[in-house]
């Protein structure tokens, strides 16, 4: 009887034995993976780790076959994917597409992912760890197809800094540990390797002027290396571990780089400038910049190539097309052709100062793997459908046959505080596949491009972009994987996203993305209907100059941003002059966007208050948010008021009664006071407004070494302003001299000219060219009697000025710029397509309209400034005048001298600003 009851013992233990042990083995998942491609291993190691963390034991199987004994998790590709397999499973739609992926479940609970190709099964890994990480479990049942509608959704770093580095110019940053020790952090690039995946982003681009000389070494060119050699190995080391991490998450590395722009110590041995926008292709540097593209290519084979064509050249013309295709594109080829290899990486041009339909038109027969970019809405957010030949030049790019990508650029209106509204980004998203019908996403930082990694805010430790930036890359993301979403689960997402962020509940997460959709329309608004540019020269969010309002083209107002990157409405000047005479108003107008930004402020404060009592987690970065909102406020209401106060100032220029100033002057009071507001809510939250602070900064006030970077330095000069104004309507009021103060001539300055040119002095029915007999009919009085230097147009507009001459006192030599369009005249210095474009003081226009020409365009003057000792001027192609040589410290004043009869000039009744002298 013992016997037999032990036996039975035996028996019921065996049997609970196997039981226990079939329950262990079912809470153990075997990973399959079909393929030991990087990506496909990285996302296999993600489901590892979600299915841990939530205390499900998990590993790679040994022997890559299927256990029964076990739950079993296959990741696979099209390509890969076993017969056996295939017979198993029931998928209604098979991943064909580029990234696309299916998840599909088979047998008894195990699960298929399967990619189109490597990164496809990626993110198949990538879901499927979500939701284990979201439910805590294996979902039983699992059946999902996606697809990504963009091909490219990258984002962009700048090896660049706030200033330019010493003896160097705008661009001209060698990858060094001094300049960028965030380089060469590892850990860095991991997590934001990490971020991007997260958020599906496939490609990462890295701008700088020239990297090749940090990266590749030139047996031909050894000293055209600009680093040392301890610091060359350091970049070869980070350079490989970054592409080689990018690659394992699906992300395509693309370096950046400007032409045509040289090496210091290249430039140095050939007595050459690094960058010189007028300088001809010369056979010496396109040899080096071949051989400098054929090493790299060699190096770095899977890295793909962004080409900026504009800035440092000439612009648009047939050197853009002749340097892509006999020098970028041969250098490619020649890397490839040392490898052994015809896999062409890819090459992104950019649309930017070049005629790019026809660089692809003559580049597509010499290489395949090309795509276009160009900006969203220049250098700025403005609006989610662009318009006019902007737009019509995207749809011709989108129209060629390869994949046009939209660069959201810079963001300089944007900086430095948060942005991240969802339904503006959503429509942008929406607006770049109906309007401009693009298929790639380039996305900048949304604030401090050149202060990478760091943010502006002022805090104990310095906030990284990554981190507090995070729902304006999760934004651009999600839309550009799929842009049409249903508007219930699209608030679930942004409610979860923002309850694991700051633990508030759904109901106070309403009011969260209220707060950021109403903030989000300010910035985009102000710019597009009060702006002068879109482009970084301007930091709207420090405010604008009254003379900016009431005489934008005196700033070189860049028109296509209201021709294109804007609904249809007027400026403010248009504006004014229709309510004198009467007309009917077009479209969005200037007092309609005064009204809607204040409203959107108040709205935006009253949707974040209504947050903050749920908010339980984070509370420090909830606090700069909600400081943000009242920010935008303030900056809203100090806009208002000063466009409703300029309005009132255009008035008196056709009514010519000061009652209409004395009406704009409690207008202009306020906005001060709001200003003032603005600037206690920023002194001690943000170290500066915008992150570029060099001389190229123009708007509001010029940014020469690190000034005016902060709204604390902007109140004294809106001070000074409104002080100036009154004393100037007191000054109306016990005259009867409404004129502004008439002026003397300037005086000739002492130059020698350092070859045959011929002079004139400038005054009426004198000839300014040596070989037309157009005359002068008018001038503005400052320029009369000046020694005017008359060139021929013929050599002008073949191979455009060169004026070389000795100083021995710092000079500023007068330019005329006719203000037509036109390869017949030498464009104008525009910051927004030439980054030099000020680098002697020339990109202001100082008084426009100055002189006129029978027959010709009106004539503006720009004034190039130079230190003593032996210069050179030098100007595109095409006519222009040479109006003689002042003082270098001549004051001269910046004001329209109106003579093609446009009206007075009113610019007077703002005085300067004594401190730096500056007109207002």
Known sequence: MRILSYLLFLFLLSIFSINSSFAKNENKVNIIVESKEPRILFGAEKVIAALKGVGIEASLASNNKISAKQKNIV?????????????????????????????????????????ADASGALYACLELADKIKETKKIPASFQLYDAPEMVLRGTAIGIQKPEYLPGRDVYEYPYTPE???????????IDYLD??????????????????SSLVKLKDYPYALEVDEATFRKNEEVFKFLTEEADKRG????????????????????????????????????????????????KYPNVGLLITLGEAMEGVGQDDIDWFTKTIIPGVKNGLKALGTQTEPPIVLRAHDTDAPAV??????????????????????????PRGKWADLHRTLSRIGTVHIENVHILANLEPFRYSSPDFIQRSVKGMHHVLEANGLHLYPQASYWDWPYTADKAPKRLMQIDRDWMWYKAWARYAWKADRNSTEDFNFWSKELSDKFGTNADANKYFVEAYNQAGEISPKILRRFGITDGNRQTSTLGMLMTQF??????????????????????????AEKEWKGEKHVGETPMQIAEEIVAHGKKAVAAIEKVAPYVTKNQEEFNRIKNDMYIHLAMAQHYSDKVKAAIQVLRFKYSNDVTDLEKALPLLKSSVAYYKNLTSLTENTYLYANSMQTKQRKIPMRGVDKTFIHWKEVLPVFKVELANFKHSIDSLKNTKNTKAPTVKAYDNANVKLLGNYQTYIVQQNAKPFSDKDEKIEALAPELKGLKGIALNTSEQQKNGTKLEFSNTKPVTVLVGFFTEKSLAYSPAPVLEIDASANNYGQAESKISKAVILKGMPNVNVHAYTFPTGKNTLTLAKGKALVLGFVDGNQNIKIYDAALDGSGKDIDWLFGEYKPTDVKL
Do not use: C
């Open 251 to 298: 992300i395509w590395v693309i370096q950046m780089f400007y032409n045509i722009l040289i090496p210091k110590p290249f430039a140095e041995k050939h007595g050459l400038k690094t960058q010189d926008r007028n300088r001809p292709i010369i056979p010496l540097i396109a040899d080096y910049t071949q051989k400098s593209i054929a090493a790299f290519v060699e």
């Open 75 to 115: 990741v696979a590709t099209q390509a890969t994917l076993s017969s056996a397999i295939k017979k198993q499973i029931q998928i209604e739609k098979y991943p064909t597409a580029k990234e696309s992926f299916a998840i599909a479940s088979f047998g008894k609970n195990n699960s298929l992912l399967l990619g």
């Open 195 to 212: 971020m991007l995946v997260e958020n599906r982003y496939n490609s990462l681009y890295l701008w700088n002027g020239h990297p090749f």
């Open 550 to 575: 009431i005489n934008p083209f005196r700033y070189g107002l860049f028109t296509l941003m209201y021709e294109s990157e804007a609904p249809e409405g007027e400026m403010i000047i248009d504006y």
């Open 360 to 385: 692809m038109k003559a580049a597509l027969p010499l290489y395949k793997n090309l795509y276009t970019m160009a900006k969203f809405n220049g250098e700025a957010l403005t609006v989610p459908e």
């Open 179 to 189: 300049s960028f020790p965030w380089f060469y952090d590892k850990q860095h690039w």
